[in-house]
């Protein structure tokens, strides 16, 4: 792939995109946890590059899922570092925090951390988001 000076890659001709959406289809597969800009960085370009090529947008679609799945996987099963794979899915937009509404003359947004909550608090929260009617099942 050619470079232009200053490291940027010069424009690419359709046969080298269509090259590289093909590499690209094989890093996925081939990647246990793909990484748009681990795979851009091999191929000497920016991951923005990627981004903004309409060629790649599946293709990003498909190694953030195969990425979040082996990342949650890899958590659960306690095969990956969890706080960094926490992190990683939080760059996915997973979130750890719930946010409560409760409105009366004045709307209030609550957030909380439920994890620091015990059973009874726990209890206590969904029986008075029940009587208010915010309780979403």
Do not use: C
Not at 3 to 22: A, C, D, F, M, T
Request: hydrophobic share 35%; proline share 4%; net charge neutral.
């Amino acid at each position: 792939m050619a470079k232009g000076k200053g490291g940027r890659p010069s424009k690419l001709s359709q046969k080298e995109i269509n090259e590289l959406v093909e590499k690209f289809e094989r890093y996925i597969e081939e990647t246990e946890i793909p990484i748009v800009a681990d795979f851009a960085a091999q191929n000497g370009l920016h991951k923005q590059y990627l981004y903004d090529r309409p060629e790649f947008s599946d293709l990003i679609k498909r190694a953030l899922s195969k990425k979040e799945a082996a990342l949650e996987k890899g958590a659960l099963t306690g095969t990956l570092n969890a706080p960094m794979a926490i992190f990683s899915l939080k760059q996915l937009g997973w979130r750890d925090k719930h946010e409560i509404e409760h409105s009366g003359e004045t709307k209030h947004v609550v957030t909380h951390d439920l994890s620091t909550l015990g059973p009874d608090e726990l209890a206590k929260l969904e029986e008075m988001l029940e009587k208010t009617g915010k309780m979403k099942t």
